[in-house]
């Protein structure tokens, strides 16, 4: 009976922690290193359904999230996500990651600082 039990709770937790937030995001770095940004969104969404409970990893699901919709030239959507990281993640280092590609875009000069992002109000 014992070996039982042992083999039962074995099987419980290896199919909880394949489950978990971490093995998503992993699966999604490793998309995004093959350049596949659906995938990675894919992930990545997968990764915040199972991660709600650890709000720790939004910056870094956030983050990763921007670079992707960067590689696929949706400058203005990557720039509204680094943004939210600065504003509202600002201790966090993924915000400190996020600044940096706000000034490598307006290196590029897909931002300008100065212009609003936000849809206008009528």
């Known amino acids: 009976m014992r070996p039982l039990i042992i083999i039962f709770a ?8 394949s489950n ?3 093995k998503h995001l992993d699966q999604a770095y490793r998309a995004y290193e093959a ?7 894919l992930e ?15 910056p870094e699901i956030s983050l990763l999230r921007g670079l992707c919709l960067e590689r696929q030239g ?19 280092e993924y915000a400190y990651r996020a600044g940096a590609r706000l000034e490598t875009l307006r290196l590029l000069g897909h931002h300008d600082p100065e212009d609003s992002l936000a849809p206008e109000r009528r």
Request: hydrophobic share 30%; aromatic share 8%; net charge positive.
């Open 10 to 17: 074995a099987s419980l937790i290896s199919s909880c922690a």
């Open 35 to 41: 350049g596949d940004c659906s995938r990675v969104i």
């Open 44 to 58: 990545l969404s997968q990764a915040e359904r199972t991660s709600r409970s650890r709000p720790y990893l939004q």
């Open 74 to 92: 949706l400058y203005l959507d990557a720039i509204q996500i680094y943004r939210h990281l600065v504003r509202y993640r600002p201790t966090s």
């Open 20 to 22: 978990t937030p971490g």
